[in-house]
């Protein structure tokens, strides 16, 4: 039997798009609630049985240091109680103008808004999440990486 190597192949977005949305009217206040949202619309998709409604919290950590004297915020973490996302989901997750299907009341509808939200704020957009099985996988939306690959 002969068995094929498995290579993994990465996907960048087109320069012009990732800078173009990195430089979009996106504030601290708005890209955190976009961001934001997402874990709540994540909670929607969750039977009760599986996720009480006392344990469904978003909480929003800052990380600073201190420069020349200010405080200066280094990294933001958004963090939820959810399920989690499979490694498909989390490539779609980080995937500019991905289909993915929304609710009726979901704030999110073209698959730009996590992406354009965490890159108006920083270069980079790591997200850490579990599969069903307990494996944590991580995903990273780079935005000097992109602007090497042209």
């Given at each position: 039997m002969t068995y094929l190597k498995q290579?993994?192949?990465?996907?960048?977005?087109?320069?012009?798009?990732?800078?173009?949305?990195?430089?979009?009217?996106?504030?601290?206040?708005?890209?955190?609630?976009?961001?934001?949202?997402?874990?709540v619309d994540s909670y929607k998709k969750i039977p009760f049985n599986e996720v009480p409604l006392s344990q469904r919290n978003v909480r929003v950590?800052?990380?600073?240091?201190?420069?020349?004297?200010?405080?200066?915020?280094?990294?933001?973490?958004?963090?939820?109680?959810?399920?989690?996302?499979?490694?498909?989901?989390l490539r779609l997750a980080l995937m500019y103008g991905s289909q993915v299907d929304h609710g009726e009341n979901?704030?999110?509808y073209y698959g730009l808004g996590l992406k354009t939200a965490?890159?108006?704020?920083?270069?980079?957009?790591?997200?850490?999440?579990?599969?069903?099985?307990g494996q944590v996988i991580k995903g990273v939306l780079d935005i000097d990486r992109i602007e090497q690959s042209g």
């Open positions: 290579t993994e192949v990465e996907l960048l977005p087109s320069t012009k798009v990732a800078l173009s949305l990195r430089y979009s009217d996106y504030d601290y206040l708005k890209a955190t609630a976009d961001i934001t949202d997402n874990s950590k800052l990380d600073s240091v201190k420069e020349a004297g200010t405080k200066k915020i280094k990294s933001v973490f958004i963090i939820d109680g959810a399920t989690g996302m499979s490694p498909k989901d979901d704030v999110g965490a890159t108006t704020q920083g270069k980079e957009l790591t997200i850490l999440t579990k599969t069903k099985t």
